[in-house]
T-cell receptor, first 115, second 113 residues
Framework: AQSVSQHNHHVILSEAASLELGCNYSYGGTVNLFWYVQYPGQHLQLLLKYFSGDPLVKGIKGFEAEFIKSKFSFNLRKPSVQWSDTAEYFC?????????????FGQGTILTVHP | GAGVSQSPSNKVTEKGKDVELRCDPISGHTALYWYRQSLGQGLEFLIYFQGNSAPDKSGLPSDRFSAERTGGSVSTLTIQRTQQEDSAVYLCAIQWSSYNEQFFGPGTRLTVL
């Protein structure tokens, strides 16, 4: 069974600082990888996803993530955060090879950005 | 959000009562998922449907939990004899065949007293 580990529970940054949130997964086969974001009081929204091809994927709002297969990692990055990025971020993995199937989520990282 | 409505938005119940949570998706999707989000356990998969059948219900925590889907659309998640540990936000998500991603609804916050 797959599992996902997010290294940081709570990250606090000032505006314009760079962000990197760690995500490691445990699964031996092909995977599809996702980052979701949950802004305060809102529902989960997809930030970006990786299925195949270029391991560097770009998502909405200036976020990007890099899939490093040898490290079983899918870290999320943003060069310069804004106050509006304050939210909880979830990494998720789905066993690849099929279109449908459950997502396994990490525990989430709360990001607080101070103006 | 993203074509999924859930009702009620909030539900407070007493321990031992049964509850029904509803997910009402827009038409055209091909799969429907239930997850729950709680402080202690994070986001956990419960069950998913393709059509009216459930290929994977491995996440249902006990036989007090059941779900059905009728007409390939609306789904209900039923929790019998609720316990305090059932308190969580129950999320419904849908997927279209052309998009290999899941779109989440706003959730139902269940509180068991």
């Amino acid at each position: 069974a797959q599992s996902v580990s997010q290294h940081n529970h709570h990250v606090i940054l000032s505006e314009a600082a760079s962000l990197e949130l760690g995500c490691n997964y445990s699964y031996g086969g092909t995977v599809n990888l996702f980052w979701y974001v949950q802004y305060p009081g809102q529902h989960l929204q997809l930030l970006l996803k990786y299925f195949s091809g270029d391991p560097l994927v770009k998502g909405i709002k200036g976020f990007e993530a890099e899939f490093i297969k040898s490290k079983f990692s899918f870290n999320l990055r943003k060069p310069s955060v804004q106050w509006s990025d304050t939210a909880e971020y979830f990494c998720a993995v789905k066993a690849g090879g099929t279109s449908y199937g459950k997502l396994t989520f990490g525990q989430g990282t709360i990001l607080t950005v101070h103006p | 959000g993203a074509g999924v409505s859930q009702s009620p938005s909030n539900k407070v119940t007493e321990k031992g009562k049964d509850v029904e949570l509803r997910c009402d998706p827009i038409s055209g999707h091909t799969a429907l998922y239930w997850y729950r989000q709680s402080l202690g356990q994070g986001l956990e998969f419960l069950i998913y449907f393709q059509g009216n059948s459930a290929p994977d219900k491995s996440g249902l925590p006990s036989d007090r939990f059941s779900a059905e889907r009728t007409g390939g659309s609306v789904s209900t998640l039923t929790i019998q004899r609720t316990q305090q540990e059932d308190s969580a936000v129950y999320l419904c998500a849908i997927q279209w065949s052309s998009y290999n991603e899941q779109f989440f609804g706003p959730g139902t916050r269940l509180t068991v007293l």
